[in-house]
């Protein structure tokens, strides 16, 4: 089954093209609106970007019939419908810019590949993946056509097709598309290259996907080693690299070496960012999620109610990012029967999580169930019939 490490690779390949330009006196209404939506998509205000996305598309209705804009408009207005999870009007959008796309640039084009990508995108985000391969492959092959079979610009492609690939647990395709891309860019920057680094993530995702762990820790190595040259021993540059590696010694069975690289990451990040800064949350609850599947639970009690701290300080005590770390630290007491620290944490966690996401929100949903667990232990039989009701109610409307 499809892991969502690899949607969120796929996520990241979309050719939205949402980028900001200068604003001038001289600027169109089209130019106007266009700029104010890529600007109102970068800082996540959606609804008023889709109202200047509109606004601009509108404009280009009434350009000529083979204006490039139009198509650009489309796919700018399908690009917000697409981070709002609205996929079917998107859809159409994204159809009519390939069709136009076409017809304006030529199928040699590769812009009309970006567009080819981007409908094949929404349909892989839906699990449509008998629609999004032959999409994906034919933007690859209109991509080679115009650039040539060992262009840079194919990688983009090969991490497409491997990614519908491996959701359908192709393995042997995907690896086959992955380490070409990886030799395209290899070949073309050098060994040493911060560029491989994705590449040779890429592959060793796909490794650990068949707990191939011996193929993959090389490759993470090798990532980590190329970061370190390039930003120097302690630098966060390094984090992403410090953590996949050290996932993936945990699940090959080699704690010790994953418990050193994961102190590395969050002494990076400490030195780096100071010891208040909630970007030190993800190394504290990483460090503190590898003592929990340890066993050793009092390592990590002292990370998670740091971690809580630091979220209550910068956030206020209602942010549902204070809801997550105070569940997991709930968890952590539960685990060690410690039901009276647990239960507060619990219910802290749900009241946050309601007040923030609405009582009928799946997150919640979990919340009560984590909850369901500690009503049991404590012998609590109605209290936990009562929230299994809700739990029901809320899944079956979702």
Not at 51 to 80: G, I
Not at 96 to 124: C, H, K, M, W
Not at 209 to 233: M, S, V, W
Not at 339 to 365: M, S, W
Request: hydrophobic share 40%.
């Amino acid at each position: 089954m499809l892991n969502s490490w690899w949607r969120g690779l796929m996520a990241a390949s979309l050719v939205w093209a949402i980028g900001l330009a200068g604003c001038g006196d001289t600027q169109s209404p089209w130019e106007r609106h266009v700029d104010r939506g890529d600007l109102l998509f970068q800082q996540g205000r959606f609804k008023e970007a889709k109202e200047q996305y509109a606004a601009a598309l509108k404009e280009a209705e009434t350009f000529e019939k083979q204006d490039p804009r139009l198509p650009r408009s489309l796919t700018k207005l399908a690009a917000v419908h697409d981070a709002q999870g609205e996929y079917e009007q998107a859809e159409p959008l994204l159809n009519r810019a390939v069709n136009l796309n076409e017809t304006i640039l030529g199928d040699r084009d590769p812009q009309f590949a970006a567009s080819l990508s981007n409908l094949a995108a929404l349909y892989f985000a839906q699990r449509h993946y008998e629609k999004a391969l032959p999409l994906f492959e034919r933007a690859l092959q209109v991509r080679e056509q115009a650039l040539g079979s060992d262009h840079i610009d194919l990688t983009l492609d090969l991490k497409n097709l491997a990614g519908v690939l491996a959701a359908q647990e192709h393995y042997a395709q995907a690896e086959t598309h992955l380490l070409r891309a990886l030799e395209i860019t290899e070949n073309a920057t050098g060994p040493d290259d911060p560029r491989l680094v994705e590449r040779l993530n890429n592959l060793a995702l796909l490794y650990r996907a068949q707990q191939d762990y011996d193929k993959a820790i090389p490759l993470l190595e090798r990532a980590l080693a190329i970061n370190t040259k390039q930003y120097g021993a302690e630098s966060p540059g390094l984090l992403g690299s410090l953590n996949n590696l050290a996932s993936m010694l945990v699940a090959q069975g080699a704690p010790d070496k994953a418990e050193e690289l994961l102190k590395q990451a969050l002494t990076i990040t400490e030195q780096s960012f100071g010891p208040e800064n909630p970007r030190l949350v993800s190394g504290l609850t990483k460090l503190a999620d590898f003592y929990r599947l340890q066993g050793q639970f009092e390592k990590a009690e002292p990370l998670l109610a740091s971690a809580l701290e630091i979220n209550e300080k910068k956030f206020g005590p209602d942010h549902e990012k204070v809801a997550n770390v105070a569940n997991n630290l709930a968890l952590l007491y539960f685990l060690q029967e410690k039901y009276a620290q647990a239960e507060p944490l619990f219910d802290r966690a749900l009241a946050i999580n309601e007040k923030t996401l609405g009582k009928e929100h799946p997150i919640v949903a979990r919340t009560l169930r984590n909850y369901v667990a500690l009503l049991k232990k404590t012998n609590r039989a109605q209290e936990a019939q009562n929230l299994e009701t809700r739990i029901a109610t809320i899944e079956n409307d979702s």
